[in-house]
């Protein structure tokens, strides 16, 4: 049974980095799957991030790509997200995610919610 | 780019079929067959219902059925049931400027 699971700070400031980590059992992150991040701010729809494969490869969504990192930690089963310099507008509800390489999302984590206030 | 375009709403009686419509551009869904459709309960993270325009993952009930002409994608519910009640997604990937994924805007279902 494949689980995702995310943590991270709950409350970040504004201008300084979001940092979340999503750790994944059931699955190899070197296996042949992407694996990636979508957000849900409160009361509205989702947003796709972008993803990463284990050889290098990211995408990401191009209106957030200067902002946004994801990094595949092979040796702990991990992967993460960095978006610098974040405002009020990135509060949402962060879900890692499993690509199937056919650009959909089949395993999902129960989600995180990240505050962005001073 | 802006998200796919989706009803904000749709409304159907135990039983009946319904459809969900999701209108992208030539630079999505009408050029790739990389459509995918997304059910969210209130509270509860997305589940996979269809990839791929019309596949569907291991356990998903084949009362949902997607399909897909031009520029528009389609979700139909066969059967509405109570438990269908909730929120519907659809993502299709994009390539340009390079590649990613683009949501529709959600279309809340009820369930009369």
Do not use: M
């Amino acid at each position: 049974q494949v689980q995702l699971q995310e943590s991270g700070p709950g409350l970040v400031k504004p201008s300084e980095t979001l940092s979340l980590t999503c750790t994944v059992s059931g699955s190899s992150i070197r296996s042949a799957y992407y694996w990636g991040w979508v957000r849900q701010p409160p009361g509205k729809g989702l947003e796709w991030i972008g993803t990463a494969f284990h050889s290098g490869i990211t995408h990401y969504n191009p209106s957030l790509k200067s902002r946004v990192t994801i990094s595949l930690h092979t040796s702990d089963n991990q992967f993460s997200l960095k978006v610098t310099s974040v405002t009020a507008a990135d509060t949402a509800v962060y879900y890692c995610v499993r690509d199937n390489g056919r650009s959909s999302s089949d395993q999902w984590g129960q989600g995180t919610l990240i505050t962005v206030s001073s | 780019q802006s998200a796919l375009t989706q009803p904000a709403s749709v409304s159907g009686s135990p039983g009946q079929p319904i459809t969900i419509s999701c209108t992208g551009t030539s630079s999505d869904v009408g050029t790739y067959d990389l459509v995918s459709w997304y059910q969210q309960h209130p509270g509860k993270a997305p589940k996979l219902l269809i990839y791929e325009v019309t596949k569907r993952p291991s356990g998903v009930s084949n009362r949902f059925s997607g399909s897909k002409s031009g520029n528009t994608a389609s979700l139909t519910i066969f059967g509405l049931q109570a438990e269908d009640e909730a929120d519907y997604y659809c993502c299709s990937h994009a390539g340009t400027p390079t590649p990613h994924l683009i949501f529709g805007g959600g279309t809340k279902l009820t369930v009369l």
